[in-house]
């Protein structure tokens, strides 16, 4: 049950079976929405460069579409590991060290992603219930999708680092006890 020093703590397997299957849903809209974008650039540069005549409301969609990728693939990241830490640093404390930086870890990243879903909520609400558009002529993009996943993405992202925080106590009182 203890992680061998170097080995990152995982979250429960129940949690890991509930949530997987959805991060890569995420993970996988989100390569289609860049790989659409991809194209949208494309024909808006050759639009431009060729026909004098670019796809209108390009930089909406692709200002929307960025914030829409970047809490999309958030989960994936936490989920896997990937997200910024020191690995040398935690290393360097043994297995408790580990479990007490994903403890602390854990805790901070759901405070911070629980502000934002906290921030964001109403501001989604409102964006929907209002018709808020960004954008002005030939194309007005809705806000509200952005928003909602802004939202949506933060909160399956502060399930996951308390799933992770939780796994990180059980391994502390497990090694207490143990000591």
């Given amino acids: 049950m203890t992680p061998r020093p170097g080995q990152s703590l ?52 692709v200002s929307m579409s960025i914030v829409i990728i970047c809490f999309l693939l958030a989960p994936y990241a936490v989920q896997s590991g990937g ?10 404390f043994g297995a408790r060290g580990q479990a007490f930086s994903e403890l602390a870890s854990g805790v901070l990243g759901a405070l911070l992603f629980g502000l934002i879903v906290w921030g964001g909520a109403m501001p989604a609400l409102e964006a929907f ?28 992202v502060v399930l996951i680092y308390l799933a992770r925080a939780v796994r990180a106590l059980r391994v502390l009182f497990d090694r207490a006890h143990a000591a």
């Fill in 10 to 61: 995982e979250t429960p397997p129940v949690f890991d079976r509930l949530t997987t299957p959805v991060v890569h849903l995420l993970l996988a809209v989100a390569a289609v929405i860049i790989f659409a974008l991809g194209f949208l650039v494309v024909a808006d540069v050759i639009g431009r460069g060729v026909f004098n005549s670019p796809v209108k409301g390009t930089p909406e969609l």
């Fill in 83 to 92: 997200m910024l830490k020191a690995d040398i640093l935690v290393g360097a």
């Fill in 129 to 156: 219930t209002a018709g808020e558009y960004e954008g002005e002529g030939a194309l007005r993009v809705p806000a509200w999708p952005a928003r909602v996943i802004v939202v949506a993405g933060a909160a399956l």
